[in-house]
């Protein structure tokens, strides 16, 4: 890959300043649909892609000597997004489409080594951000079908003569990026945790959850895997993507949010849900058996008063306690619950099954 180079500018005396605890911000348009490859080997095979209602169209074409640019690229969007919606909230007039940055800290920003070797593969990144080509009619201007960019128009690496080390680089968004950032609602905060996935399958299915379940509530959001797959722009067969997704959803270890499998098995869907959404109201003090692991003692249905909330697990929580606590009887606790809850009227949760989730999820924790 060329690599752009120069002495450094006497007049280039404007550095992005590097901010620890930047809010990271998402751009949201880029989140769910196919922009990026998701793969780290080189892909060559444009990316096609129509929505199923034929309003929205998205085309990527890699360059045949780069390749195309990566979800992984994508991190350096993601920090110059993350850079320029802090300005803007900060109230400050002309916001740049340049950004002048040390590489040092725009690898730090993103949670990368700043190693020799980490400035090697950021040239490569911002090569490949500057050499793919974007067709979209997504925010196209009235009266145009289409836009056409590349996500950055061009980067400088200001190099010293004499040391041949860098002292800065500089980079120039794409339109079309710049104008999305600085809309309004045009960026979604993302966890910081996000640098941390490494599977480039995950990362795209960490920001399709945030885009949609972000402020679903405690149903989340559904989508079906067929969907999902024309979604992501992934190379291979239905089939394959099905295994690996199917996986993704079993370890169940993506930041924020949480994966179940819904549907049968010839048209399954994702649910994703908001972690936080789910285990949000807990009983304040549940009796628990003092040894670990003991299993709770059965207390016969008809030892109860029959109280409304009484008996009102639904599938989904069953399901998911099975999944997130395996190993206890569900159904014992559930009746060391009731017994608790009946104890006092007071006690009575405005969410049963949430509060059961949180019940399960202490009483694991403290006897694991």
Do not use: C
């Amino acid at each position: 890959m060329v690599t752009q180079k120069r002495s450094l500018d006497t007049q280039f005396d404007f550095f992005v300043p590097y901010v620890a605890d930047l809010p990271m911000r998402d751009q949201r348009e880029t989140m769910e649909r196919p922009f990026f490859s998701l793969a780290k080997r080189k892909r060559q095979k444009p990316i096609e892609y129509i929505s199923p209602d034929g309003s929205v169209f998205v085309n990527v074409f890699p360059n045949q000597e780069f390749g195309m640019a990566t979800i992984w690229d994508a991190d350096i969007l993601i920090w110059a997004a993350s850079y320029l919606n802090d300005m803007k909230r900060k109230g400050q007039n002309d916001i740049p489409r340049t950004l002048h940055f040390h590489p040092h800290d725009l690898l730090k920003a993103i949670g990368r080594p700043t190693g020799g070797r980490q400035y090697f593969l950021l040239r490569e990144g911002l090569g490949r951000l500057q050499s793919t080509t974007v067709v979209t009619n997504i925010r196209a201007h009235k009266g145009k079908k289409h836009r056409q960019f590349s996500w950055i128009e061009s980067w400088t690496d200001h190099v010293d003569d004499q040391t041949g080390m860098s002292k800065g680089m500089s980079l120039t968004l794409a339109d079309w990026f710049y104008e999305g950032i600085m809309m309004d609602g045009g960026v979604l905060a993302i966890d910081p945790l996000y640098f941390t996935i490494t599977g480039g399958r995950e990362r795209w299915l960490y920001r399709v959850a945030r885009k949609h379940a972000g402020g679903a509530g405690d149903t989340g959001f559904a989508i079906a895997l067929t969907t999902l797959f024309e979604k992501s722009g992934a190379e291979g067969q239905f089939r394959r993507f099905k295994y690996e997704i199917l996986k993704i959803v079993r370890e169940n270890a993506l930041p924020q949010y949480h994966l179940s499998i819904e549907g049968s098995d010839d048209n399954p869907r994702i649910r994703m849900t908001r972690r936080d959404e789910i285990i949000s109201i807990e009983p304040s003090n549940p009796k628990r058996p003092r040894k670990p692991r003991a299993r709770p003692q059965k207390i016969k249905q008809e030892e109860l008063p029959q109280l409304p909330f009484l008996n009102h697990l639904t599938d989904r929580t069953i399901a998911l306690i099975r999944k997130d606590f395996p190993g206890w009887d569900i159904y014992a606790l559930k009746a060391e619950f009731d017994a608790w809850i009946a104890d006092d009227p007071d006690r009575s949760p405005k969410d049963y099954n949430k509060a059961f989730y949180g019940f399960v999820r202490r009483y694991d924790g403290k006897n694991s």
